[in-house]
């Protein structure tokens, strides 16, 4: 996959030559090297978002992914970088082009394009969670990779995923992690981890302690979970979600923006 990079600082996947590569990060940095990473040079995004992936199918031809549905283009090695339509607002994380026309796209849903990116179908998907990454190592058959073990595999181009059976692994600590998106209207995603089989509570408050509504209530087995929240008939604010596992408890802002 050529030109891909990982939103870790200072890592990136380089061409086949060695030589040139690019990396995204946050606040919409891109970095591009085309002398192994001995220097780095910045090229302007146009946006502040956070970019999670970035497939280069050849030297030219770039596609850059990251938060509220953010696809960006390049089709001049990143001298330019041009925004498309992805038609959600869901967090993209992975990317990946097997050519300057034919690429996927993953995240919280599956998006599928064989014009460049000029437009964007969603796909079927198995996956109960949000996935992270994607490749394919031809125009039909490739592999997507998500939370809780999840693997995706086609041989359709997407067309139909096929889930492969899961190797969990089990957590060993607790984490409560920032709802996503946010600010948010209406709806948004919390995720959170245990690391023991017991009771789970996730209750939303408002600022003065009022207790707004119960998400979960329910016994759960280790492992990392999602509970979708509907902030319909809620008034714009800052709102508090908890979760409550055992003696581990741990709360979080989120704002409702209408």
């Given at each position: ?67 509220s ?45 064989t ?8 796909q ?17 058959t ?33 984490v ?41 209530n ?11 929240f ?29």
């Amino acid at each position: 996959m050529m030109g891909s990079a990982l939103t870790v600082p200072g890592r990136a996947i380089l061409d086949d030559d060695g030589n040139t590569g690019t990396v995204v990060g946050g606040s919409g940095t891109i970095l591009r090297t085309t002398d192994g990473g001995a220097n780095w040079v910045g090229q302007l995004s146009g946006t502040k978002l956070v970019l999670y992936g970035v497939s280069f199918s050849d030297v030219n031809n770039g596609t850059a992914v990251g938060d509220s549905g953010t696809i960006l283009r390049t089709t001049d090695a990143g001298t330019t970088w041009m925004s498309q339509s992805s038609g959600t607002r869901n967090r993209l994380t992975g990317v990946c082009f097997t050519d300057a026309y034919t690429g996927t796209v993953v995240g919280g849903l599956i998006l599928r394009t064989t014009n460049g990116g000029t437009t964007w179908a969603p796909q079927s998907s198995p996956a109960s969670g949000w996935l992270r990454g994607v490749t394919f190592t031809d125009a039909t058959t490739g592999t997507a990779v998500g939370d809780a073990g999840t693997i995706l595999h086609t041989t359709t181009g997407g067309t139909t995923w096929v889930e492969k059976e899961r190797h969990a692994i089990t957590p060993r600590e607790y984490v409560l992690s920032q709802n996503y998106p946010n600010p948010f209207n209406p709806t948004t995603q919390i995720q959170f981890t245990i690391a023991n089989r017991q009771l789970t509570i996730v209750k939303v408050f408002d600022l003065l302690g009022r207790e707004v509504r119960t998400l979960l209530n329910e016994v759960k087995s280790p492992g990392t979970y999602t509970v979708e929240f509907d902030g319909s008939n809620l008034s714009s604010g800052v709102y508090v979600y908890r979760l409550q596992a055992g003696d581990f408890v741990s709360a979080k802002k989120m704002l409702v923006v209408k």
